[in-house]
C-alpha cells in the first residue's frame, strides 16, 4: 500500500479533487487556519488508504482500515480497526489545537500516517504512535513516501503514550475516548493541549460525542467544547464496565 515519491497523486485529478474537498467540505465547516488549509491540499490523501478504496479518498465520510485488509510486510495482522476521520472533522479538529511551528506533537492511534503527515508540516517535531505494529511499517513507508522527515513512528499501548519523547505541546487523538486519559496529561508541558473526541458514556448519553480540548495548567486540566463529531471508541480508551446491583 506504501507508495513512491513519484506516485503521490494516484487518482486522476488528485489535485482537483483536494480542492474540491477543502472548498466543499473543510472551508464550509468553519475552518479558517490557512496553514491548515494548506496542508489539505498539499498531503494527497489517496495515498494513505488500500488499493481497492482510494476512489473514496475525497468523500466526506469516515473511512474504517482493518490490518488484515492491507499489505503488511512486518507483523502479522491483528484485527485492529483504524478509522480515518471525515477530512472535515479532522480539519476542524487540527484547527482546534491552535498548532505553532515549534511545537512538538504526539499522534496517537495514527493509523496509516495520514494525520502525522498533515501535522508534520505544521510543527517542530512529531511522533506518531501506534500500537500494532503492521500499521506501523505502514506508516513510515507513507511518511516516506509524503517526503516526511520530522516524525518518529513507535509502537507501544495507547494510553501510555511515549514518554521518551515527551513532554509535548500537543496530543492528538484520532479517535474517540471515554477514560484513560491521565497518563497523557502527564507527559503534557504546561500550556500543552490535548484534542479528542469524547465520547461519553451512559444510559442517557450513551451515543454522544464532542470534540474536545483540554488544556493543562499549572495545577490542573481545563476542557474546552469544540464542535459536535463522533469517531469509533479507541479500545484502549474505553471506560471499564460498572456493575450494577
Keep these: 500500500m506504501s507508495a513512491s515519491p513519484d506516485q503521490l497523486d494516484l487518482l486522476p485529478d488528485s489535485v482537483l479533487h483536494r480542492r474540491t474537498m477543502v472548498d466543499c467540505q473543510i472551508r464550509t465547516f468553519d475552518v479558517t487556519d490557512q496553514a491548515v488549509i494548506a ?19 475525497y468523500s466526506d465520510s469516515a473511512l474504517e482500515i482493518t490490518d ?3 499489505e503488511i510486510t512486518d507483523g502479522a495482522a491483528n484485527g485492529v480497526c483504524r478509522q480515518l476521520l471525515p477530512p472535515l472533522v479532522l ?15 504526539l499522534d496517537i492511534a495514527a493509523g ?9 508540516g505544521l510543527c517542530k517535531d512529531i511522533t506518531a504512535l501506534e ?15 509524503c517526503n516526511v522527515s520530522n516524525a518518529h513512528v513507535v509502537t507501544g499501548p495507547l494510553a501510555q503514550g511515549f514518554d521518551k519523547n515527551a513532554a509535548y505541546d500537543v496530543i492528538f487523538i484520532n479517535g474517540a475516548v471515554e477514560a484513560g486519559l ?28 464532542k470534540a474536545v480540548r483540554f488544556e493543562k495548567g499549572a495545577h490542573d486540566v481545563s476542557s474546552r467544547f469544540l464542535f459536535d463529531a463522533s469517531a469509533a471508541l479507541l479500545k484502549d480508551f474505553e471506560k471499564a464496565p460498572q456493575f450494577v446491583f
Design 91 to 105: 480539519a476542524r479538529l487540527i484547527q482546534g489545537a491552535s498548532l505553532r511551528p515549534e511545537d512538538r506533537i
Design 39 to 57: 496542508r489539505f491540499l498539499d498531503v494527497p490523501r489517496e495515498i494513505f488508504l488500500p488499493a481497492n478504496c482510494r476512489g473514496l479518498a
Design 182 to 209: 491521565d497518563t497523557l496529561f502527564n507527559q503534557l508541558k504546561d500550556g500543552g493541549r490535548l484534542v479528542a473526541i469524547q465520547r461519553f458514556a451512559g444510559e442517557a448519553n450513551a451515543h454522544a460525542s
Design 68 to 70: 488484515s485488509a492491507l
Design 112 to 120: 496509516t500516517g495520514y494525520s502525522t503527515a498533515l501535522l508534520a
Design 131 to 145: 500500537s500494532d505494529p503492521g500499521f506501523a511499517s505502514l506508516i513510515e513507508a507513507n511518511l516516506q513516501a
